[in-house]
């Protein structure tokens, strides 16, 4: 047996990819994810969907696996964090659509409860802040509109469970649980204790036995079930993390300073604060990276969260019909030197770290007759840099000396973005070995948990850049970086928070 499966379940669509012994990518098949937007600020999936895309994506690399003679040993799962499911488990439908991370229906509920003073209380036992990026005031939501009435065995999770279950039976005795990584997205877990929180609990309105127990990330958590995938029937699930602490573990990022950012429908970078909970620095956010269980314990993360990057791109091609196709970006912002003094701000979602602002709408600054196509598309690149930027300088606030910058996702594909990212934050970018860095780090630790690979040191040599980015000396990119702080500053005091 020589492969690892690793699911990947994302924002917009559900992968699988299997992994041989030296973490070369074997197979790989996707599904689409339909994303409905039924009011403004909301954003929801059909979790029956993921399930069957999930299915789906499985039983294809399974096929693949077969025809190349490669035999899989265990399957990993990783996720999209904060969306949350509700779901009873004695019946295979959802009882309402999940709402996803991007949702920011309970933006209200977040400022009352700011309101009465207590943020600091969350943020010292979390490290979270009020934010409806969190699953907390979605399943208190969830639960203030009946969607759980009636249900036998009533149950609010994240992804990770909602799959775990599905996977290795669901309702008929599949197995619910999750896992710190997971966890530590839902402002409802002590960080310290990495368990369940009863006064977060209290605050939010939201009771413990509706939630998963809690494991370590690198366990095997149950086995898949033959009549659910029949191709892989039997393996083990060996392994749950949260997607942007997958792709920090993918990126052999197992030391404390080691950094990386994903570079998917938002922007997250992750750094490894090791194994100690992290004191949470203003603009970013103490979390769990990972629970090896008796292989290693516990790893913390500090993270800076922007909610919006492919999103953006998206955005440009299907609403406002700049591009044809996500392609033509770089292309078209390559054809002139800088954004021509455009200033593009991506708060579709509203603004995450360093700023915590879910009230701030985007904005485009700077426009006049002589601006083009090509110069809002570069304006969109210097925005996923700047943001990433704005992060990586709230690291440095916090203490933490940036030696270089592992990426990935699929946005970081672009040699514009990486370049200027390595000239913005002056230390060498490294796009990683492949461009799934996710679903590779949940394989290594499925991997680690099964054997395959004897030790972290091990699972590290495996790691290497595909390219690196020098830093240039910067001159435009500099000025233009502090033009867009500037930008931002006159929007944030522009609206009222």
């Known amino acids: 047996m020589d492969a690892i499966v690793a699911l990947d379940a994302g924002t917009t669509s559900v992968r699988a990819l299997a992994f041989g012994p030296d973490l070369e990518e074997l197979a790989s098949a996707g599904r689409p994810l339909h994303q409905s937007y039924p009011h403004p600020g909301e954003v929801e999936h059909d979790a029956a969907e993921i399930a069957a895309a999930a299915v789906a994506a499985l039983e ?17 799962v990783t996720n999209q964090r904060e969306t949350t499911v509700a779901f009873d488990r004695e019946r295979p439908d959802p ?34 802040v009020l934010d409806p990026y969190f699953s907390a005031t979605k399943m208190a939501w969830l639960l203030e509109h009946g969607c759980l009435d009636g249900a036998t065995t009533p149950a609010l999770a994240t ?44 605050l939010f309105g939201v009771p413990t036995d509706l939630l998963a127990p809690l494991g370590a990330s690198g366990r095997i958590v149950g086995y898949v079930e033959r009549a659910v995938v029949p191709a892989l029937g039997g393996l083990p699930i060996a392994a749950v993390l949260g997607d942007q602490q997958a792709a920090l573990f993918g990126h052999a990022g197992y030391r404390p300073g080691m950094v990386k950012a994903t ?7 992750v750094a490894n604060a090791g194994a100690t909970p992290p004191v949470p620095h203003p603009g970013l956010l103490a979390t769990v990276a990972w629970d090896l269980g008796p292989l290693g314990g516990a790893t913390y993360a500090l993270e800076g969260s922007a909610f919006v990057a492919g999103a953006a791109i998206e955005w440009l091609t299907d609403a406002v019909g700049l591009l044809a196709s996500p392609a033509e970006l770089e292309p078209l912002a390559a054809t002139v030197p800088d954004a021509g003094g455009v200033r593009f701000i991506p708060a579709l979602a509203g603004l995450g770290s360093p700023y915590w602002r879910p009230d701030v709408r985007g904005a485009v600054m700077g426009l006049e007759s002589a601006t083009t196509r090509a110069h809002l598309a570069r304006a969109v690149i210097d925005a996923l ?14 203490g933490l000396a940036l030696a270089d910058l592992r990426i990935d ?3 970081a594909r672009m040699d514009l973005l990486a370049q200027l990212q390595a000239t913005l934050c002056q230390v060498p970018v490294s796009r990683g070995p492949a461009s799934e860095a996710t679903a590779r780090g949940v394989a290594a630790l499925a991997g680690l948990v099964t054997g395959v690979w004897g030790s972290l040191d091990e699972l590290s040599g495996h790691w290497s850049a595909a390219r690196t980015f020098a830093p240039a000396a910067p001159a435009g990119e500099a000025a233009a970086y502090d033009a867009w702080t500037r930008a931002v500053a006159r929007l944030l005091g522009s609206t009222a928070t």
Do not use: K
């Open 159 to 202: 992804v990770d469970s909602w799959l775990t279950w599905w996977l290795t039976g669901g309702p008929a005795g599949g197995v619910f649980t999750t896992e710190p990584s997971n966890a530590s997205r839902t402002a409802l877990m002590d960080l310290a204790t990495r368990e369940w929180s009863a006064p977060m609990a209290e």
């Open 60 to 76: 294809e690399v399974a096929a693949a696996l077969a025809g190349s003679g490669h035999v899989p040993i265990a399957v990993g």
């Open 409 to 411: 996702g699929g946005v």
């Open 263 to 269: 570079y998917g429908t938002g922007a997250f970078v």
């Open 385 to 398: 840099a700047f943001q990433v930027r704005a992060i990586t300088d709230t690291f440095v606030d916090a």
């Open 95 to 128: 009882l309402a659509p999940a709402i996803v991370w991007q949702d920011r229906r309970t933006a209200s509920a977040c400022a009352q409860l700011r309101a009465r003073g207590l943020e600091d209380q969350v943020r010292a036992t979390t490290g979270l």
